[in-house]
Nanobody, 124 residues
Framework: QVQLVESGGGSVQAGGSLRLSCAASGFTSRNRCMAWFRQAPGKEREGVAIMDSNGVTRYAISVKGRFTISQDSAKNTLYLQMNSLKPEDTGMYYC??????????????????WGQGTQVTVSS
């Protein structure tokens, strides 16, 4: 059974940093498209960062240069390092894994599996 569990969220001041983790079980995250999404109150969920099956990373324009997605294959864990955080980065952050039947697409991958989310709050 596929399971994704996020951790690492919290409250920080603008300019601060957080590192989110996503522990995957029930499948191997290596060679599978993995991504981080976020959803702010009253807004639609948006893709933030993606690592495709070849390990290539891409980012939403709003976070490029500030966020870094990475993976530890030995731990089957996905990370999102977030630096220079801004109040507009506030939201629930979700880890996602690609699958054959997902309806959410982001930068060429369709996502089937989702974690429960971890809250990030950035104050000015």
């Amino acid at each position: 059974q596929v399971q994704l569990v996020e951790s690492g969220g919290g409250s920080v001041q603008a300019g601060g940093s957080l590192r989110l983790s996503c522990a995957a079980s029930g499948f191997t995250s290596r060679n599978r498209c993995m991504a981080w999404f976020r959803q702010a109150p009253g807004k639609e969920r948006e893709g933030v960062a993606i690592m495709d099956s070849n390990g290539v990373t891409r980012y939403a324009i709003s976070v490029k240069g500030r966020f870094t997605i990475s993976q530890d294959s030995a731990k089957n864990t996905l990370y999102l390092q977030m630096n220079s955080l801004k109040p507009e980065d506030t939201g629930m952050y979700y880890c996602a894994a690609a699958g054959a039947y997902g309806v959410t697409w982001f930068l060429g991958c369709r996502f089937d599996y989702w974690g429960q989310g971890t809250q990030v709050t950035v104050s000015s």
